[in-house]
């Protein structure tokens, strides 16, 4: 049973636009909510977290919304670039670093020129 | 800070053979995470530590998997005997271990059984 879901494995975006990747999830005990950004041969890199106090987070070009109601949230990217160009996961934690992170299949994110 | 630093970067052995994946967690950090990548199941927790104990490890797969982390500054995650259905690539990652703190993670080791 997956508690975390990412419904599109692709996404294709044309650079200058914005990008918006989604994910539910189904467990209420997730309150902290983070993204990553993953190159192939290379570990996850940290991107932007929101906790479940919040509705949004925004750090430069990239923004999460989080929807408690709709157990939803989305990253929006804008305006997207050639490097944006990677697999997004969306994961999930019931305590944040201390805990385990549920993650999403990935979203793979595609800028094009 | 280097980072997360993980050893072997590849490892490619045969079916029933020993693995032995190790982990350096970045320099402060108290609590570090083992994740396995396969293309079926995606990123998994296999097992996590907090201050060198084990918290939680409902995740490793069974009994041919076992962690440790004898000091602060090093993990091992050993597969004995190893099968094909183990290749994946293994993370590490470490986190303040507080509330809140983000995992980082380290650049894997992909693992191949053959």
């Known amino acids: 049973d997956q508690q975390v879901k990412q419904n599109s494995p692709s996404l294709s975006v044309q650079e200058g636009r914005i990008s918006i990747l989604n994910c539910d999830y189904t467990?209420?005990?997730?309150?902290?909510f983070l993204w990553y950004k993953k190159y192939p041969a290379e570990g996850p890199t940290f991107l932007i977290s929101?906790?479940?106090?919040?509705d949004k987070n925004e750090d430069g070009r990239f923004t999460v919304f989080l929807n408690k109601s709709a157990k939803h949230l989305s990253l929006h990217i804008v305006p997207s670039q050639p490097g944006d160009s990677a697999v997004y996961f969306c994961?999930?934690?019931?305590?944040?670093?201390?805990?385990?992170?549920?993650f999403g299949k990935g979203t793979h994110l595609i800028i094009q020129p | 800070d280097a980072g997360v630093i993980q050893s072997p970067r590849h490892e490619v052995t045969e079916m029933g053979q020993e693995v032995t994946l190790r982990c350096k967690p970045i320099?402060?950090?108290?609590?570090l995470f083992w994740y396995r990548q396969t293309m079926m199941r995606g990123l998994e927790l296999l097992i996590y530590?907090?201050?060198?104990?084990?918290?939680?490890d409902s995740g490793m797969p069974e009994d041919r998997f076992s962690a440790k982390m004898p000091n602060a500054s090093f993990s091992t995650l050993k597969i004995q005997p190893s099968e094909p259905r183990d290749s994946a690539v293994y993370f590490c990652?470490?986190?303040?271990?507080?509330?809140?703190?983000?995992?980082?993670f380290g650049p894997g080791t992909r693992l191949l059984v053959l």
């Open positions: 990652a470490s986190s303040l271990g507080r509330n809140q703190e983000t995992q980082y």
């Open positions: 467990n209420s005990m997730f309150d902290y």
């Open positions: 929101i906790s479940s106090i919040k």
């Open positions: 994961a999930a934690s019931p305590g944040g670093g201390a805990d385990g992170l549920t």
């Open positions: 320099s402060g950090h108290n609590s």
């Open positions: 530590f907090n201050n060198n104990v084990p918290i939680d």
